[in-house]
């Protein structure tokens, strides 16, 4: 009840340790906000270009990246609380479930998002559309699922 | 070198053990595909009506969502291997990095669907568009980026 972070009307649950299945952070997001206060609430594609950073080990696997203009990107809210099952985003107190919000704070805080590739320097992915702080940690990078054709053939 | 699963030209590299991060599966998909063959390449808004079954201390998180036609599932591919930087999706041995694809098989195997919301029935989400396979671990649910308008307004 006293817990600070909470607003009126928003709803905890009790949760077991996760364990379900483990993450590998392969890179890392460098962006210019340092701060939540300061990342716009939407990545915008006249946005700053922002820089993915992939550990050397996952180098090779950008091979054919750079035949997209538009990419998903996958990272981990790694300050966000879990435990959120209502929340209260606005100023008026209305409360919402926390899947019918694009907030960081959900049960497994991965934040998705589409953004454009301006070019790719060696390890390094120049973007733009991104919205997240500074250093946080790189879950996945594929092809927008709109751009993308399978290169083999659909089955029969 | 003698790895069954590997086809000529792959590459896989080292992986430490993995724990950077850990999920909380939030519930299990129901699709009517039982065998990895038999799953569609992409999901298709005309394909079956597939179930998304949330644990129920979730349940009270899905108020709100009913107002979204469009929603974004993310979920944990767990059959898929995780060391493979290059692969060959082609018969014809052409490999191609990773993350130019959007395959299961990668470093963190997470899926990402946009999916058609039929109806909620209690905590049961019954949607069209998925391709993945029956009983496969949801990790999030959200309003697809597109339709999400945040209720709070944009910052200054």
Known sequence: M?????????????????????????GRIRTPWAQREECPRQGRMDGPECRIELN????PALNGLEDY????VLYWLDRSRRDLVRQSP?????????????????????????VR???????????????CLDGTPLIDVKPDRCAFTPMAPPKS
């Open 2 to 26: 006293s817990d600070p972070d909470i607003r009126p009307g928003e709803t905890t649950v009790e949760l077991p340790a996760p364990g379900d299945a483990a993450l590998r952070f392969i």
């Open 56 to 59: 050397p080990v996952w180098h």
């Open 69 to 72: 203009d538009m990419i998903e």
């Open 90 to 114: 606005r100023s008026d107190g209305a409360t919402i479930g926390t899947f019918a919000l694009r907030s960081p704070v959900r049960p497994n805080p991965i934040g998705t998002s589409l």
């Open 117 to 131: 590739l301006v070019r790719i320097d060696g390890g390094t992915l120049i973007v733009r559309g991104l919205d």
